[in-house]
């Protein structure tokens, strides 16, 4: 649901369309087709008037612009990718995220709230969407028939919580019989979750989802300087593992090493996988 920011976020404002958000990733993560053809989903543009869109998004705005609604559109691409299983958007409405500091100070925009436009210091006290908008139908079914709903990873104010904001999916998933679980971010943002630890996190998602999580999944592994010297001068800050409280509950909070061992500071999906099969 990006609303301002990135690829996503300009072809929202040029064309009025649906956000493709994050929808490209998720269809990425359940392709079964070659590595050459993952790559072109995830090429991104370096000049001209095309600079910085990525091409998946391209190709989802103009299937939209064709004329296809909106989950034809993630059936095509999905198809295309050789997905077996379905993607579907929290919301097909838009909206725009708001957050109010500690200081009072309204931030809108999701491109505004993960950069350091304020003071670093302030924390965000709540976000808020405006307008707000209704949960995609189809999305409710799902998590109705879910054995575990899963949320992150992502950043927190700026992707999670729009989602648990939807009106419709919280309450559907506070309703579920299934688990619940928490991915923690690797990385913590100026501006959005300036030295956040696990349980600032795992804190804030139930404050969101209105309810407990029964598993919270976090990574221990450091990266090494190596990897996080690309991130130099940059927002993005490694998950405060200092701050890691050796007396967690055990059971609930699963530290494991879920980190790429090779790229940027990511998570590792097969290793992912795995922890999230086990419970």
Known sequence: MLDSGGSSGRLRRDYNIVSPGDIRRAILALSNTSPAMEDLFEYRFQGGDLKGHNFANLLIAALELSGQDYEKTIKEVSRLLNVKHQVLPATLEKANIHAVLSDNQVIKGEANIDVPKHDGNLRIREVYLEPKVKAYPKAKEAIKKA????????????????????????????????????????????GETNDFSVLDFSKEIEKYLGGKLDFVIYNTKEPGYERLSSYKGKHPELLDLVRIDENLPKGKFIGVDILADQGGVVHDSEKLAKIILSI
């Open 147 to 190: 054995d575990l709903v899963i949320i992150g990873p992502g950043d927190l104010y700026s992707s999670l919580a729009q989602i648990l904001l939807t009106e419709g999916i919280t309450e559907t998933i506070k309703e579920s019989t299934a688990k619940k679980a928490y991915i923690c971010n690797l990385m913590t943002k100026h």
